[in-house]
């Protein structure tokens, strides 16, 4: 039907097929765990919902036939004895179809209609197109006829429980084209921008364009890197809701949102080839930072979470971010940087240090982004090393910034503070073989077998050595054949899908790796790099993975994992002279 597809194949049992911008995808996956017969169009404005269902049918009955889904970056097809249908997306919100031999069945993925949910179907009396108006995300999708035509439509203006929808299905020459746009409430008719084969080239084109500037490192040792690229690049939506700005979801399954530590990775990964993207991903938790100045655990397109928070590894972060930008930040991008980051610091600092102490605490769990590690088993509200030796790096990245803002009094002070923490770190969490957590109420100190302990091995090349050989020395325990996992595989308290209880995780991976690195102890981080990137090679992006196994669990298309295989794969291909 169109010239071969560009791009790597993937399955889209596992990975939506989306495009840059778009707030929808398509997926057979139509909640958490959750995966239909069939391919929904399921959008991620209002939250995670499966709106048009996409049934492929053939013969004068229009009976449901079985096809096979093949997904490259910028085609969907459904191939099937007699036929088959391709899709590609002609900008952000408008789908173009086409199919030769075999119908396609649109209809509303929710038979019931209420007054608060469900979906509307009309056929509009001003261009003939027609149109299902959907409660959940608020918005309108409109399904215009190119070429062939309807049949089977049923449930207009029906209310209650109703099969709404319509047929799409060949003329004389057994061919038919659609368009399938979201809208809000009004927009002109479809025109077609080119013919169906030209919007598929240009789909082609936004992918490979993308790739080459995010992965232009890329070869035969990084198999898993153009991949990675399509995972982040078809789940960026554009501005809208409460994200302002060009944002990375997590996934466009159910972990549909941007949580405040996930966005840096991404920011990372993005910062040579795509700066602009990098910079707007490294900013968009702090546009809802706080009176108290701190960050929202969460933000959606209709939902902001300010109930918990994520540990401030944001210091960490900027260092990377600015030395990976192709071009230094402006003296005001620097100014801003440095009052958010501050600011977000100053919460560490001020509303959550119990009186007396010197170190910082959690209250949950959920705050160090390692919701239930079981560092957190002895009680939930926790000092613990991790904390303090991010909030560290960021003292210490605060110190830079305001020496090259000319605020050296302001440098002095956070270079102070920094030290400060560092040695209450070692005196008060430090057994001399490895670091406890203890409670900011009692004092109680305990350790745990979880990697959160081995955390502070992130300091780098600021620990004694002493203390970094230790940790590396533990670090080498939780390492499985396929990377670290997150509890120690012999642990009492291990399990194979834990969570943050053993499971392999992609930021916990990178931020050992570079401070292993940073500490001298390059054999050890090059191994951890070589794992982790083999078992993303061989089990995609997962949000995390079995320690023992390596099969990819929970969510299956997980940006954070596939901005960190970008980062490990292109430092190795650099490490190479590739």
């Known amino acids: 039907m169109t010239d071969a597809p560009t791009g790597p194949a993937f399955n889209i049992r596992e990975i939506p ?13 139509v909640s ?36 096979d889904w093949h997904a490259t970056p910028g085609r969907l097809t459904w191939a099937g004895q007699g036929g088959q249908i391709e899709l590609a997306y002609q900008r952000a919100d408008t789908l173009r179809l086409r199919g ?4 396609l069945r649109i209809c509303a993925a929710a038979e019931r209609l209420t007054p608060f949910s469900g979906t509307y179907f009309i056929h509009d009396p001003l261009d003939g197109s027609y149109v299902f108006t959907s409660y959940e995300t608020g918005r309108r999708y409109r399904v215009s006829v190119l070429a ?34 979201e809208l809000d409430s009004a927009r002109a008719p479809h025109e077609p921008s080119g013919t169906h084969e030209r919007t598929a080239e240009r789909a082609d084109r936004r992918f490979t364009e993308f790739a080459e500037a995010v992965t232009p490192w890329r070869t035969p040792d990084t198999p898993a890197a153009e991949l990675a690229a399509y995972v982040l690049w078809s789940a960026t939506v554009g501005p809208a809701g409460f994200l302002q700005r060009p944002a990375v979801l997590m996934s466009k399954h159910w972990m549909d949102k941007v949580w405040s530590w996930d966005h840096c990775f991404n920011a990372l990964a993005l910062a040579p080839g795509a700066p602009e993207l990098a910079w707007d991903q490294f900013q968009i938790m702090f546009d809802h930072q706080d009176a108290s100045g701190a960050l929202p655990d969460s933000v959606t397109h209709s939902e902001i979470l300010y109930n918990f928070v994520k540990p401030p590894i944001h210091g960490w972060a900027l260092r990377h971010l600015r030395r990976r930008l192709p071009q230094p930040l402006s003296r005001a991008e620097l100014a ?40 957190f088993d002895p009680g939930r509200v926790r000092i613990t090393a991790d904390l303090s030796a991010f909030l560290i790096l960021q003292l210490r990245e605060l110190a830079e910034l305001a020496t090259e803002l000319d605020r050296a009094d302001e440098a002095a002070a956070w270079a102070h503070s920094a030290d400060t923490l560092q040695a209450a770190m070692v005196d008060e969490l430090w057994t001399g073989e490895r670091f ?12 745990s077998l979880s990697l959160l302990d081995l955390m502070p091995v992130v300091l780098g090349e600021h620990l004694p050595s002493e203390i970094s050989t230790r940790l590396a020395a533990h670090i080498e325990t939780h390492l499985t054949a396929h990377g670290l996992a997150t509890e120690r595989p012999d642990s009492p308290r ?3 899908d834990g969570y943050w209880r053993g499971p392999i995780w992609a930021p916990a991976t990178v931020l050992i790796e570079d401070g292993l690195r940073r500490a001298g102890h390059v054999g050890l981080a090059d191994e ?51």
């Open 32 to 67: 958490e765990h959750v995966r239909a017969e069939d391919l929904h169009l399921v959008s991620h404005q209002g939250g995670m919902h499966p709106v048009l269902r996409l049934v492929p049918v053939a013969g004068a009955g229009g009976e449901r036939v079985e096809t």
């Open 494 to 496: 291990y399990q194979a």
């Open 336 to 375: 801003e940087a440095y009052h958010r980051l501050a600011r977000w610091s100053r919460f560490w600092l001020d509303s959550r240090r119990a009186p007396g102490q010197t170190l910082p605490h959690y209250q949950h769990g959920n705050d160090s982004g390692w919701d239930n590690s079981t560092t």
């Open 17 to 29: 097929f989306s495009s840059h911008g778009s707030w929808f995808g398509l997926s057979p996956v």
């Open 100 to 103: 030769t031999g075999l119908g």
């Open 436 to 447: 406890q957590s203890r409670s900011p109420r009692t004092g109680a100190a305990a350790t």
């Open 528 to 578: 951890i790099s070589v794992r982790f990137r083999a078992l993303c090679e061989k089990s995609g992006f997962a949000e995390n993975f079995d320690a023992l196994t390596g099969e990819g669990l929970r969510d299956r298309a997980y940006t954070w994992t596939a901005g960190s295989y970008l980062l490990l794969a292109e430092a190795h291909a650099h490490r190479s002279g590739r």
């Open 148 to 181: 062939g035509r309807e049949a089977d439509v049923r449930g207009v203006e029906s209310l209650g429980a109703a099969d709404r929808g319509l047929t799409l299905t060949g003329d004389d020459t057994g061919c038919w084209e659609a368009a399938v746009e």
